[in-house]
């Protein structure tokens, strides 16, 4: 076959991608995006159900890698709203002309090692060559449809919170029931039951969840803000969260005392903050222990029935093992006299009639259901783009038992093939869009060096990918992490290998790695 016509293929638009066009054209590289939406945004383009928000706070969840940028874009409030992020998403397309490179309203559906090239087929029958293939495509962007006997009978919308329909709905008036209790879930609930005639939440697990408080920025301390940027910036980087949040190293070095006025502080400041209290939170059960009773308590202060309040108790789990959640009034809002909850554990869920949902043999009549029962997380997306290496490996066998990488960036018997906030990186258990240019920046500079060099490519040595593996799986066992049921762990997903995903080591170790592996020559990749 002919030469490659792209030096680098990127998969997906969303934050990861836009920045991989962005470095990549900027060190010369003939680069194409192909993006299966209608623009960019990723995860903020798709999530457009009422009440979605980032969790982290603004300023932080967002590019750090132009000074100018960073200083010429106003969040207007702490916890920046979806359409927020995704004007700030516009913007950055706009800013540095990102367009011009991405193919829109295009899938992926196939790629494949053709000599020493990657081939990349799409939904609209095109075929692209490239040297390089960088799979930017999501860690929770594979949105998930659970098998609920009778689903497809359902008469009314069936909506899903991670693929939202671009058009407003209108659900008011309407009696609606949510499925899902994740952070999703737990966003969508408060908003929904403002308008709703009537919402029913059907429960499996119950969460753990602390108040968002929400406010605007006044322009005082935007100005602080702005001033002390950099600084947080550069602080930011340090941190095991890739987020500058206090924190103190053990629960139990305090007094009880001293550990409510700081749970307490951390509740009235709001945010994930709380969870990050003590160090320790998520590294010893005794400690963890002090931090769920708090979290109890406080539920049975913001629900009158004793019952629900019960219910609405996690009990199974760890705080912090599963996603934390951030709210705008969730627990309260079961004290409204047009929301009830099901409890799925009490009453399982036996099947979806054309009006109603029947659980524990009662029927919930409702005209709309939303689906907020998340995702594929961390490799659907990838094993979904039906990648094959050399020698006709496909990445779903390689994955067979769990997805093996190195640095969660590479993979053996998958050259030039690299993977953003995927499995193996942490990711998800960071602030994903500073770690998404550490991926990038990494992977640029990677690239730049085979050049330099006269190489051609790059692969995970198969002993490196095992030892990282093993990295991933000691760091999470250093954690409570493995105690839940959760989608780092694939749990969520019937049949999905259980293997703990994320590394859970930090991010500022992991950035310090990769900076001194970078340092040795990319210890652990073949390049040649
Ligand atoms: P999550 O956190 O995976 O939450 C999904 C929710 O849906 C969770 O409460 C699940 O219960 C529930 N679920 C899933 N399948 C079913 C079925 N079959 N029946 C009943 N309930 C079900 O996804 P989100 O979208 O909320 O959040 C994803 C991430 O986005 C979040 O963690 C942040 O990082 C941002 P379960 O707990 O599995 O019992």
């Known amino acids: 076959m002919g030469t490659a016509e792209h030096d680098v293929i990127v998969i997906g638009a969303g934050f990861a991608g836009m920045y991989a066009l962005h470095r990549?054209?900027?060190?010369?590289?003939?680069?194409?995006?192909?993006?299966?939406?209608?623009?960019?945004?990723?995860?903020?383009?798709?999530?457009?159900?009422?009440?979605?928000?980032?969790?982290?706070?603004?300023?932080?969840?967002?590019?750090?890698?132009?000074?100018?940028?960073?200083?010429?874009?106003?969040?207007?409030?702490?916890?920046?709203?979806?359409?927020?992020?995704?004007?700030?998403?516009?913007?950055?397309?706009?800013?540095?002309?990102?367009?011009?490179?991405i193919t829109f309203g295009?899938?992926?559906?196939?790629?494949?090692?053709?000599?020493?090239?990657?081939?990349?087929?799409?939904?609209?029958?095109?075929?692209?060559?490239?040297?390089?293939?960088?799979?930017a495509v999501g860690s929770l962007s594979a949105a998930r449809v659970p098998e609920l006997p009778g689903l497809d009978s359902f008469a009314g919308p069936v909506l899903l919170t991670g693929a939202w329909p671009a058009e407003p709905v209108d659900l008011?008036?309407?009696?609606?029931?949510?499925?899902?209790?994740?952070?999703?879930?737990?966003q969508a609930i408060p908003e929904l039951a403002r308008t709703a005639a009537h919402l029913t939440v059907f429960q499996r697990t119950a969460n753990y969840s602390v108040p968002a408080h929400h406010r605007r920025f006044t322009a005082a301390e935007w100005q602080e803000i702005q001033e002390g940027y950099p600084a947080v910036r550069a602080e930011?980087?340090?941190?095991y969260a890739g987020v500058p949040i206090e924190t103190r190293p053990a629960a139990l070095a305090d007094s009880a005392a001293e550990r409510a006025a700081r749970y307490e502080q951390r509740w009235q400041e709001g945010g994930l903050g709380f969870f990050f209290s003590y160090q320790d939170l998520i590294l010893d059960?005794?400690?963890?222990?002090?931090?769920?009773?708090?979290?109890?308590?406080?539920?049975?202060?913001?629900?009158?029935?004793?019952?629900?309040?019960?219910?609405?108790?996690?009990?199974?789990?760890?705080?912090?093992?599963?996603?934390?959640?951030?709210?705008?009034?969730?627990?309260?809002?079961?004290?409204?006299?047009?929301?009830t909850l099901v409890d799925l554990r009490e009453h399982p869920l036996e099947r979806?009639?054309?009006?109603?949902?029947?659980?524990?043999?009662?029927?919930?009549?409702?005209?709309?259901?939303?689906?907020?029962?998340?995702?594929?997380?961390?490799?659907?997306?990838?094993?979904?783009l039906d990648i094959t290496g050399e020698d006709g490996l496909p990445l779903a066998e390689h994955w067979a038992a769990g997805p093996s990488t190195y640095l969660g960036v590479?993979?053996?018997?998958?050259?030039?093939?690299?993977?953003?906030?995927?499995?193996?990186?942490?990711?998800?258990?960071?602030?994903?869009?500073?770690?998404?240019?550490?991926?990038?920046?990494?992977?640029?500079?990677?690239?730049?060096?085979?050049?330099?060099?006269?190489?051609?490519?790059?692969?995970?040595e198969p002993a490196a990918e095992r030892e990282w593996n093993e990295q991933v799986a000691i760091a999470a066992g250093a954690t409570l992490f493995p105690l839940a049921d959760s989608w780092y762990l694939g749990a969520n997903v019937p049949g999905k290998p259980r293997?703990?995903?994320?590394?859970?080591?930090?991010?500022?170790t992991y950035r310090e790695l990769c900076a001194e592996i970078a340092a040795d020559g990319y210890r652990g990749l073949r390049l040649s």
Not at 499 to 508: D, I, S
């Open 410 to 460: 590479t993979v053996a018997g998958f050259p030039n093939l690299y993977v953003l906030a995927g499995p193996g990186s942490p990711s998800v258990l960071a602030n994903v869009i500073l770690a998404a240019e550490q991926h990038v920046e990494w992977v640029s500079d990677l690239l730049v060096h085979l050049r330099e060099h006269g190489l051609r490519r790059a692969e995970a």
């Open 352 to 384: 979806v009639l054309p009006h109603a949902v029947q659980a524990g043999g009662q029927e919930h009549d409702l005209d709309v259901l939303v689906l907020a029962t998340g995702y594929d997380a961390l490799t659907g997306a990838l094993l979904r």
């Open 499 to 508: 293997v703990f995903m994320p590394y859970a080591g930090g991010f500022q």
């Open 172 to 186: 008011a008036g309407q009696r609606v029931g949510v499925i899902g209790t994740g952070s999703s879930g737990i």
């Open 285 to 339: 059960e005794t400690a963890n222990a002090t931090a769920a009773e708090f979290l109890h308590a406080k539920i049975a202060e913001l629900v009158h029935d004793p019952a629900t309040a019960k219910a609405l108790t996690p009990d199974s789990h760890p705080v912090g093992t599963k996603r934390p959640c951030v709210d705008d009034g969730y627990f309260e809002t079961f004290n409204r006299d047009n929301v």
């Open 236 to 239: 930011a980087l340090t941190t």
């Open 106 to 135: 295009t899938r992926v559906t196939g790629a494949a090692r053709v000599g020493e090239d990657w081939v990349v087929r799409t939904d609209t029958g095109e075929q692209l060559r490239a040297r390089h293939l960088v799979a």
């Open 24 to 101: 990549l054209r900027g060190a010369g590289f003939r680069v194409r995006v192909i993006e299966a939406a209608e623009d960019v945004g990723g995860t903020w383009y798709w999530n457009r159900y009422p009440g979605a928000r980032c969790d982290i706070t603004s300023v932080f969840y967002s590019y750090s890698f132009d000074e100018d940028l960073q200083r010429e874009w106003t969040w207007s409030e702490r916890f920046a709203t979806q359409a927020e992020i995704l004007a700030y998403a516009r913007h950055v397309a706009e800013r540095f002309d990102l367009r011009r490179d």
